[in-house]
């Protein structure tokens, strides 16, 4: 390397240096003082699995800020029952049943939704599902099914909507990932591995639209990793310490999602304080460590069978 590439290298090193240190700062004060919520009025929010739980309560409540809802289900039934519930209200929303696992169906969804909504510009992907037991135990279908549902259709809805997002350089793309995508947990092998995948999508997808030439910084990014929730999935909790870590309810949860879309923070827990908890303790903490402290606090889900 000649005198002027050494030199450049230095000055490159420094400038990273004052930008690190000042987006951290940023970024801190982001955390203590989060920017105002956003207006949702006019916009349209897609999101899967709003038959029930978490994907229901949303939907109630992006509605209820002005937005127009499209409603994704596998279960037409209990979809409707959703988009009824939101109408009553006076509010517009609009359901679609599809297989978000396929492909092809997702295609075809998105382009009747484009003729018939508009452009979606928030985009949640809920629908996910979670056997609960030991790995051995599951069967190549289920594992095979929670993949197809909790990662796959990840990566067929975003590739339907976010086309349309970076040609209006506006958008905002939400995934639901958990603690268990955090660190792992027992009887739940492949789904810890389903939802440490969702992140990696969610922040390598934001670091490929931040590295493009053509400029995107009007597409934000979300991703939610709650803990116990009051929806089902977790049939089984395991908790030894209640008033610490307790079960949420699906309709707290969403209250918290909601507000987190709103404000474009990148990765929310649920509850908040396990984002520290795991952030700044469990990950700086060497493996055995960690596996000491989940040994005390003695929480998870136990197997169905």
């Known amino acids: 390397m000649d005198f002027q590439g050494a030199l450049q290298v230095v000055f490159d090193l420094l400038w990273t240096l004052i930008k690190v240190n000042y987006l951290t700062v940023v970024g801190m004060w982001r955390t203590i003082m989060p920017p105002d919520p956003k207006d949702v009025r006019d916009e349209v929010v897609l999101i899967t699995g709003t038959g029930h739980g978490i994907g229901r309560e949303m939907a109630l409540r992006f509605a209820r800020l002005g937005a127009t809802l499209v409603c994704v289900d596998i279960n037409a039934s209990t979809n409707e029952e959703t988009v009824r519930i939101i109408k009553q209200e006076k509010n517009k929303a609009f359901s679609y049943q599809c297989d978000v696992t396929d492909r092809a169906a997702v295609m075809q ?151 987190a879309v709103r404000r474009d923070i990148l990765e929310i827990t649920v509850p908040q304080e396990l984002h520290f908890m795991n952030r700044y303790i469990y990950r700086f903490l060497p493996f055995p460590a960690a596996v000491a402290w989940n040994e005390f606090f003695n929480t998870g889900v136990d197997s169905h069978e």
């Open 109 to 259: 969804m998105a382009e009747k939704i484009r003729h018939e909504v508009g452009e979606v510009s928030i985009l949640v992907n809920n629908a996910g599902i979670m056997p609960c037991k030991p790995l051995l135990n599951q069967t190549e279908k289920e594992i095979r099914l929670m993949n197809d549902i909790n990662v796959n259709a990840n990566l067929w809805m975003i590739q339907a909507f976010l086309p349309s997002m970076m040609e209006r350089n506006h958008g905002h793309i939400v995934a639901m990932s958990s603690m268990a995508g955090l660190m792992g947990l027992r009887n739940l092998v492949p789904y810890c591995g389903s939802k440490y995948a969702v992140r990696g999508i969610m922040e390598a997808l934001a670091i490929e639209l931040k590295e493009d030439p053509r400029e995107f910084s009007g597409i934000k990014f979300t991703t939610i990793c709650p803990y116990m929730v009051d929806t089902g999935l977790c049939k089984k909790p395991r908790i030894r310490f209640p008033s610490l870590m307790k079960v949420v309810s699906a309709s707290e949860t969403a209250d918290l999602i909601v507000d």
